[in-house]
């Protein structure tokens, strides 16, 4: 019982290590100061941009060090890392020091690298405290870092309102010190025994409550993230916000009385067995791989599918409709062809990038949640540029609330799973749709209220795509494969920061150089020209994003519904 009220005392410091870790997203709040300071272009802004979001390249890293250091020292050397990286470029931007561009380059390298690090280092402690609930532990925890810039944001009130390089400051100190809050439960990691028979039901519950205080937490930070002139009233706010982030630490006691819980509340909410955040599970997958292969063994050699470089590929559902040589219909040969038969297949790198599927999904990413993540890097241009420089901070706020609740809206799928079914892949295309009418919003605006409104919108389509990639990345290519799977998908996210963003700043400074304005420091645009191109531009890439991730799920269709079919039927059985 000890060991069960542990980890989620172990829980509760994951989100707190998610929370204070997600440091990139409130680079918009300080990049025009730094711009300034460095006295540089929009182009050489974007490439710093490009710099943090490169951190994610080297991701690996941080397993090969597991391999070798206890995860405590895994977790400090990601605070130390951060430390250095945005500490250095606060006293730059103090005036302090004067280093050239390209240290400032390595420096903010250095900081997107410890992301990943908090990030690696949250994901282990949530499989390894969580294994029968670990994807609901994930979905929660990965949350909280959208709600990063939003915590920086009250804080950065509470110290100085008035200086946007406080930002730097709370960047380099906050993950150090949550790190050392989150040490004492980390060494004390708890040997979990086997959970009883109705044990992964009864986390489910807890897992429910959760999730509750953290859409809470959400609307408490998007009423009241916004800027304030009375220090009081911004530490009060503050202060709130640590406390609906400790509060989660009631949890050992709901441990203790989950069987209370189980008969005052289970009965309310009618959470499937062995509910999960995953559509999928892990176990199922695998008594799903079985009875297929029962059915193909018992097809005499004329059925549906066959094998192929180890992976069961459909060959053919009807021949009426995949037989593209017969009718001739090219979009039924792209919907058709080699494509997966089954959930979980295990992939290899190489044959994962031989797949068509893994494509389409790389492009919706690409031209949809990455799209949202470089607006949040421009924001304070773009704001500026609207002449709406003053919110910058409460947009940062709401992109940050926005993309919180994108990130649990992620969950949503499995608690209506019983009432609602959906392959995960549609659910993506849902997503997917908000991208492309922000920007033609912004585009057709340009005034303060359609920022807002599309600045929620890409918060929202971006959160619930970054919180849902590690569980398609699984479903569609395989569990045990999807630590080297998924850090090959998210290369799309340095490369869309370094197109995306050198797009929108070679337009900004055109636009700038044609006599919108030239500041003496570093080049400003003002009008909504500026950005005006871009917006179209980014509007029309997510399109394709859209598109490529609706053709991704009807390629995909078949093997969720083959997959519920099999499952209905072991549950009936």
């Known amino acids: 019982m000890a060991g069960q009220s542990r980890k989620w005392m172990i829980l509760v410091a994951t989100i707190w290590i998610q929370a204070f870790t997600?440091?990139?997203?409130?680079?918009?709040?300080?990049?025009?100061?730094?711009?300034?300071?460095?006295?540089?272009?929009?182009?050489?802004?974007?490439?710093?941009?490009?710099?943090?979001?490169?951190?994610?390249?080297?991701?690996?890293?941080?397993?090969?060090?597991?391999?070798?250091?206890?995860?405590?020292?895994?977790?400090?050397?990601?605070?130390?890392?951060?430390?250095?990286?945005?500490?250095?470029?606060?006293?730059?931007?103090?005036?302090?020091?004067?280093?050239?561009?390209?240290?400032?380059?390595?420096?903010?390298?250095?900081?997107?690298?410890?992301?990943?690090?908090?990030?690696?280092?949250?994901?282990?402690?949530?499989?390894?405290?969580?294994?029968?609930?670990?994807?609901?532990?994930?979905?929660?925890?990965?949350?909280?870092?959208?709600?990063?810039?939003?915590?920086?944001?009250?804080?950065?009130?509470?110290?100085?309102?008035?200086?946007?390089?406080?930002?730097?400051?709370?960047?380099?100190?906050?993950?150090?010190i949550t790190s050392i809050v989150a040490l004492v439960p980390i060494l004390r990691q708890p040997t979990l025994d086997p959970l009883p028979p109705d044990g992964v039901r009864r986390d489910s519950v807890v897992f429910l409550i959760l999730y509750s205080l953290a859409i809470l937490n959400g609307i408490y930070l998007l009423l009241f993230g916004s800027n304030t002139n009375d220090t009081t009233v911004a530490h009060l706010r503050f202060a709130g916000a640590i406390f609906l982030l400790v509060l989660p630490l009631c949890i050992p006691g709901i441990v203790f009385a989950r069987?209370?819980?189980?008969?005052?509340?289970?009965?309310?909410?009618?959470?499937?067995?062995?509910?999960?955040?995953?559509?999928?599970?892990?176990?199922?997958?695998?008594?799903?791989?079985e009875l297929l292969s029962r059915d193909t063994s018992n097809n005499n050699g004329d059925g549906d599918f066959t094998w192929n470089d180890s992976t069961l590929v459909l060959k053919s559902i009807d021949d009426d409709e995949i037989d593209i040589d017969r009718k001739g219909k090219f979009c039924e040969g792209v919907v058709g062809r080699d494509k997966l038969a089954m959930l979980g297949e295990e992939h290899t790198a190489w044959l994962l990038v031989r797949r068509l599927d893994f494509w389409l999904y790389f492009l919706a990413y690409f031209c949809g949640g990455t799209i949202g993540l470089v607006y949040s890097n421009n924001l304070g241009q773009i704001a500026q540029s609207l002449g709406q420089d003053s919110s910058?901070?409460?947009?940062?706020?709401?992109?940050?609330?926005?993309?919180?609740?994108?990130?649990?809206?992620?969950?949503?799928?499995?608690?209506?799973?019983?009432?609602?079914?959906?392959?995960?892949?549609?659910?993506?295309?849902?997503?997917?749709?908000?991208?492309?009418?922000?920007?033609?919003?912004?585009?057709?605006?340009?005034?303060?209220?359609?920022?807002?409104?599309?600045?929620?919108?890409?918060?929202?389509?971006?959160?619930?795509?970054?919180?849902?990639?590690?569980?398609?990345?699984?479903?569609?290519?395989?569990?045990?494969?999807?630590?080297?799977?998924?850090?090959?998908?998210?290369?799309n996210i340095p490369i869309g920061s370094l197109i995306y963003g050198f797009l929108a700043a070679v337009v900004y400074d055109a636009n700038a150089r044609s006599g919108n304005m030239v500041s003496s420091d570093s080049i400003v645009c003002m009008g909504k020209d500026c950005y005006f191109l871009t917006f179209v531009w980014w509007g029309c890439l997510a399109i394709i994003g859209l598109g490529s991730s609706m053709l991704l799920f009807l390629r995909t269709k078949h093997a969720y519904d083959q997959f519920e079919k099999k499952r209905a039927l072991t549950q009936v059985d």
């Open 22 to 176: 997600g440091t990139n997203f409130d680079f918009s709040a300080y990049s025009s100061q730094l711009k300034s300071v460095l006295g540089i272009s929009q182009v050489q802004l974007n490439y710093l941009a490009v710099a943090s979001d490169l951190g994610k390249v080297f991701g690996w890293s941080s397993g090969l060090a597991l391999m070798y250091f206890p995860l405590w020292t895994v977790l400090f050397s990601a605070a130390f890392m951060g430390l250095f990286g945005y500490g250095m470029q606060w006293l730059v931007i103090r005036n302090v020091i004067s280093l050239p561009y390209i240290l400032v380059f390595i420096l903010c390298l250095l900081a997107g690298c410890s992301i990943c690090w908090f990030n690696t280092v949250c994901f282990v402690l949530c499989i390894q405290n969580f294994p029968s609930n670990r994807a609901l532990a994930l979905s929660l925890t990965v949350s909280f870092n959208g709600v990063s810039a939003a915590l920086y944001t009250l804080a950065a009130n509470a110290i100085d309102s008035s200086s946007n390089e406080v930002y730097l400051l709370l960047n380099s100190l906050f993950p150090l």
């Open 392 to 491: 910058t901070t409460s947009l940062v706020t709401v992109y940050s609330s926005f993309s919180f609740f994108g990130r649990l809206l992620s969950a949503a799928p499995d608690f209506i799973r019983t009432k609602v079914y959906f392959a995960r892949t549609a659910w993506l295309t849902i997503a997917l749709l908000p991208t492309p009418l922000a920007f033609f919003l912004l585009a057709a605006s340009g005034d303060k209220v359609g920022l807002y409104m599309a600045t929620g919108l890409l918060g929202l389509s971006s959160g619930f795509i970054f919180a849902a990639a590690v569980s398609i990345t699984s479903e569609l290519f395989g569990p045990n494969s999807v630590s080297v799977n998924h850090n090959i998908l998210i290369t």
């Open 259 to 289: 069987q209370w819980f189980h008969h005052a509340i289970n009965s309310s909410f009618q959470i499937p067995e062995g509910s999960a955040f995953m559509l999928v599970e892990v176990d199922d997958l695998e008594l799903h791989k």
